[in-house]
């Protein structure tokens, strides 16, 4: 698809099932769904109570250099879980960088790239402000009724803000602390793109270095909407299922199945490091053990235009992923027939499902009922802008395995999608494609196949 | 000209915005040449007791009867409603309304918008409300009846950064790779840049891109102001932003959208489009310093421009015009000045540059759109807007930044710098259109 090959070396995967590729793949393999009540905030009162949450033994110290602590601070949680992302992937990729010298306490050896050879790309979502900190100020500026009154918080509540109070919240924080901690001065950039940002941030990062503007780059998405604000704008979209507390979590998301209902917010993402494939293979001349996971072998970006919900659903065809998935498959320059498995985006929500199913079908024609299909919103939940960072991660884990992972929640498939549900298994697998469509219709598509 | 001949040539063909100086392409463009300051009273939100109660509001303007159906855009909050009347500009000046564009799959869109306005009233009625002052945090049950009595899921949904784009999308039948990144001030910019990549690549045959954005709101002033990063002179709003000036005190608020159409050379051409300008160079870099400074000798700014310039072909002796990012803080103008100074060397002092903030104030995402505009109708008239309020001089920024008074000259290509909060820097080359 580029000028130069691009293989994925590193991946940093954070979410529900813990972090780490191992964590990740473990959770794939067991087809576990580890969903529970909301632990961050109490949300009972929510329409949607649940939620895959990153496990509470993260420590934020294990990732950041002690020279770092300060800075750490002013981070909302996505960019703390996409400082944790990058510093997984640069281990994951062997790679050494200035962020693992100074974790690592290894000063007497260098970064292995140039600092204007590293690049980032990363997908963001709308940070919402932490309730407490800003409350405990806003509620300062009440009046005498015990009213917010603006004219107080202008004269002086706003003073019990941190004087840095915008930059936790800014979406490119996570590139820019990502950046300053692997000393990347290449290009970087963030895309805000819903659900599709990790997968178009790939994307672009592949075109990125294949134009020969960066050899690495650090790329993904990461995003935690587990905050009051957050999930409410979620359930206000209608993708999360409407659950009574005696719903049980591990099984209500059935993506494709014909009782879905709705998808379960999760947390989390993965940062991937993308290497150009001559500087990985220099690299390797030294690191003999290195190897990559995948090439990444086509990509395509598409629009839904459906003026009935104002692209809040797909259309029911699926046209434009349907679209996206034909532009991927020829940028590979494969066939339907030459895909093995599936990670698609499987909301678990009836007009989301049906309008990938009639996508696939459509781009898949009669190689359609033999394709592997393998959602993994059960195992990890919906997770905004780290979506397809996790979809990523599971196909790029599935390549290196050479195994489907386990399906679950799926007893009463869609028509003619080999989705039903069945444990992991060892699968010959050359070539692997990725799906997502964001609230808003942009959609994505990525093939990735073996190195 | 194009010095590498397997990659296609990326002309711009429509333009359009909506600022604080009106919302016309050639009305904004003489108030610029005439130095008037769009700056007034903030009027969205009572501000009157906030440390800064002034900016660039977006005047007057109605997005209703630029559209196709009113009723896909019902809700949309003001950063979309700029965008689609920026588009719809530049969509119309581009002859496309007339034409048409074959395929919907070969028009994307690439914007940097940011995200729309919270609705804070209902915002603050559930934190507040909500605020269990012995534990000191919010109780989210009473949290929630409010926020969801309160709060409107359309006009939630709506904040989301994406949502210009989605509307943009729908409004043009955009079917192809549509994206929107948002690296604070520099986003808009590194939209232009990005676009005109996949332009470049072929992927596509048409783009329209650019940004909208505004952070005039409570809490956006409130973040501005506690990173004592706006002016406060509150008693000369108009005279408040002064890049460059020893005096300055910070940057001023400004909200807008700056949209451009982008095509393939093949493709104006074979539809017969007026060609405004050619797209030739993009760099974009990191700072990787500090969050909040940028690097004191400027390093990302510096490889931005240079990536920008190998990436057209060009050296710093074919730049005539520089669009400075000039913000008015003191940091920016200085540092950017120093990074200019080590890019091109002994000439920097004699390439003018100017920021048009002085006059629009500062349009956070949409800045860098909005000035890319500036750059080509520059090229298209001879003349280059002044940077107003400029009477200190700065021993620091000793450039020639075209002081309060418009000048003509011949311009041929221009430099267009945008930087973020963060470190994100980005720099786009735009030349006249040569057949050659």
Known sequence: MSLRDVVISGIGPVCGQGLGASALWQGLLDGRGRFGPIRAFDASAFASPFASEVPEDFKLRDYVPKSYRKAAKVMARDIELAVAGAQLAAQDAGVLTRARIDLEGIADRAPQYESPRMGAQIGAGLIASDLDELTSALAGARDQAGQFDIHLWGERGINDLTPLWLLKYLPNMLACHVTILHDAQGPSNTITCGEVSALHSVGEATRLIGRGAVDLCFCGGMESKINPMSHLRQIFTGRLLEASADIDPATALRPFDRKAAGSIAGEGGAILILEALETFERRRQEQTSLQAYARIKGYAATQTLNPKTRNLTPDSEGTAIAMAIRLALEDARIAPEDVDLVIPFGAGHPAYDSAERNALASAFGSALPELRICPIRPMVGLCGAGTGGLDLCAAVLALHHQAQPAVINCDEPLTDLNVASGPSRPAKIEHVLVLGTALGGQNAAIVLSRP | ?436
């Not at chain 2, 009157?48 to 002034?54: A, H």
């Not at chain 2, 400075?324 to 950017?336: A, I, L, M, Y």
Request: glycine share 10%.
């Open chain 2, 1 to 436: 000209m194009n010095t590498h001949p397997s990659r296609r040539r990326v002309v711009v063909t429509g333009l359009g915005w909506v600022t604080p100086l009106g919302h016309e392409l050639e009305a904004v463009w003489r108030a610029l040449l005439a130095g008037q300051s769009g700056i007034g009273p903030i009027t969205r939100f009572d501000a009157t007791t906030f440390p800064t109660r002034f900016c660039g509001h977006v005047k007057d303007f109605d997005w209703r009867p630029l559209v196709r159906d009113a009723a896909l855009h019902d809700g949309i909050l003001p950063n979309t409603a700029f965008a689609l009347g920026a588009a719809a500009q530049a969509w119309k000046h581009a002859g496309l309304d007339r034409d048409g564009v074959a395929g919907g799959h070969r028009l994307g869109i690439y914007l940097g918008s940011g995200e729309g306005i919270l609705d804070f009233e209902s915002y603050v009625a559930a934190n507040v409300g909500a605020w269990d002052e012995s534990a000191r945090r919010v109780n989210s049950t009473a949290w929630h009846e409010v926020a969801a009595a309160r709060m409107k899921a359309a006009g939630e949904i709506e904040q989301e950064a994406n949502m210009p784009l989605t509307h943009l999308a729908l409004e043009f039948g955009a079917m192809g790779p549509c994206s929107n990144c948002l690296t604070a001030c520099a986003a808009s910019t590194q939209a232009i840049g990005e676009a005109a990549a996949l332009l470049r690549e072929g992927k596509v045959d048409v783009m329209i891109s650019g940004g909208a954005h505004t952070m005039i709101h409570p809490l956006g002033v409130t973040g501005f102001n506690r990173l004592t990063a706006l002016s406060t002179r509150n008693d000369e709003p108009t005279t408040a932003s002064r890049p460059f000036s020893a005096d300055r005190d910070g940057f001023v608020l400004g909200e807008g959208a700056g949209i451009l159409v982008l095509e393939t050379l093949d493709h104006a051409q074979a539809r017969g489009a007026t060609i405004l300008a050619e797209i030739t160079g993009y760099g974009s870099s990191a700072d990787a310093f500090r969050i909040t400074d940028m690097h004191p000798e400027g390093r990302g700014p510096v490889a931005a421009m240079r990536m920008a310039l190998d990436d057209a072909g060009r050296s710093v002796d074919d730049i005539d015009y520089i669009s400075v990012h000039g913000t008015s803080t003191h940091e920016n103008d200085s540092t950017e000045t120093q990074a200019i100074k080590t890019v091109f060397g002994t000439r920097a002092g004699s390439v003018p540059s100017s920021s048009v903030k002085s006059m629009m104030g500062h349009l956070i995402a949409a800045a860098g759109a909005v000035e890319a505009i500036v750059c080509i109708l520059a090229i298209r008239d001879g003349i280059v807007p002044p940077t107003i309020n400029l009477n200190k001089p700065d021993p620091e920024c000793d450039l020639d930044y075209v002081p309060n008074e418009a000048r003509k000259m011949k311009v041929d290509m221009c430099l267009s710098n945008n930087y973020g909060f963060g470190g994100q820097n980005n720099t786009l080359i735009i030349e006249r259109f040569d057949h050659a």
